[in-house]
T-cell receptor
Framework: TQLLEQSPQFLSIQEGENLTVYCNSS?????LQWYRQEPGEGPVLLVT?????EVKKLKRLTFQFGDARKDSSLHITAAQPGDTGLYLC??????????FGAGTTVTVRA | NAGVTQTPKFQVLKTGQSMTLQCAQD?????MYWYRQDPGMGLRLIYY???????DKGEVPNGYNVSRLNKREFSLRLESAAPSQTSVYFC????????????FGQGTRLTVV
């Protein structure tokens, strides 16, 4: 059982549609992070959310941290083919260990 | 602008052979990590090193050993490779702290036949 559960595992949508990816845990985190990974590359950080209830926006991407700090979501508005990739949430059960969810593969069709 | 450098990028091993994956970072980071990535399983933590001189097991440590050679370098050793260790391996580093960014290498694609 993974510490961080992501859903859905796969998402395929048409350009211009919206999508939401979820990251859930039974544990409380001081912060959660979202990374994006493209084929053949390592993951790259998109955002860190640190306060319960926090909402952060990065252009068409909106990230939310749950009030209880056990879950987070990533919403993409008007998805573009360039948004295609593997989206991973990550959190630290202690200050040093960094654990990842299984990821959501997003495909945006032109 | 090297960041995190992993070698080699590709490797094919026969069952029972040994090898060491090398990782070096030039960002003066305290913490370093080794992950493996398999389809549908995200990144699973093998070992991590909170600081120079310390190492700890992650979620899937069996069959692996690590060495934090100095602050810059963190190596991963497979003593007797098995087909189940076929995977893509990533090294990462961070400063210490709950919300610091992890920087990743480009990965090593390992196949054990």
């Amino acid at each position: 059982t993974q510490l961080l559960e992501q859903s859905p595992q796969f998402l395929s949508i048409q350009e211009g549609e919206n999508l939401t990816v979820y990251c859930n845990s039974s544990s409380v985190f001081s912060s959660l992070q979202w990374y994006r990974q493209e084929p053949g590359e390592g993951p790259v950080l998109l955002v860190t959310v640190v306060t319960g209830g926090e909402v952060k926006k990065l252009k068409r991407l909106t990230f939310q941290f749950g009030d209880a700090r056990k879950d987070s979501s990533l919403h993409i508005t008007a998805a573009q083919p360039g948004d295609t990739g593997l989206y991973l949430c990550a959190g630290r059960p202690n200050d040093y260990k960094l654990s990842f969810g299984a990821g959501t593969t997003v495909t945006v069709r032109a | 602008n090297a960041g995190v450098t992993q070698t080699p990028k590709f490797q094919v091993l026969k069952t029972g052979q040994s090898m060491t994956l090398q990782c070096a970072q030039d960002m003066n980071h305290n913490s370093m990590y080794w992950y493996r990535q398999d389809p549908g399983m995200g990144l699973r933590l093998i070992y991590y090193s909170a600081s120079e001189g310390t190492t700890d097991k992650g979620e899937v440590p069996n069959g692996y050993n690590v060495s934090r050679l100095n602050k810059r370098e963190f190596s991963l050793r497979l003593e007797s490779a098995a087909p189940s260790q076929t995977s893509v391996y990533f090294c990462a580093s961070t400063l210490t702290g709950a919300d610091t960014e992890a920087f990743f290498g480009q990965g090593t694609r390992l196949t054990v036949v």
